[in-house]
């Protein structure tokens, strides 16, 4: 039976598989071939804050480009990139506005998980 072993802080200090005979022995994710594509693959980003989507266009040299844009856009779309507390990756705004700057759906989600770690 697997269980966690914790540090005084509550980190986890291991994965440890539980054996019958009441010893245990380390359990690491190497151990157990069904984890394979999950090993490496960090949660998808779906959404980030106001803050950390203006950060990142800012820091890729974007913000401006996208300024021009969405001041040529109607008044939703103004409202919405202007008030909004949070940016979802599959709305309509963010397509369009993505697809206007040239991103493919891999620089996409890489913009996205780059925003989320700011």
Not at 39 to 56: G, H, K, N, T
Not at 70 to 94: H, I, L, N
Request: proline share 4%; glycine share 8%.
């Amino acid at each position: 039976m697997p269980y966690v072993s914790r540090l005084a802080d509550g980190a986890i200090d291991g994965l440890y598989e539980q054996l019958q005979e009441g010893v245990a022995e380390e359990f690491l994710p190497d151990d157990d071939p069904s984890l394979g594509a999950f090993r490496d693959a960090s949660p998808e980003v779906s959404s980030v804050s106001a803050r950390q989507f203006r950060l990142m266009l800012r820091r890729t040299g974007l913000l401006d480009a996208v300024k021009a844009w969405v001041a040529q856009q109607d008044g939703e779309t103004q409202d919405a990139f202007e008030y909004s507390g949070t940016f979802v990756k599959e709305s309509p705004m963010m397509a369009a506005g993505f697809a206007a700057m040239g991103f493919a759906e891999q620089e996409i989600d890489q913009f996205f998980a780059a925003a989320a770690s700011l």
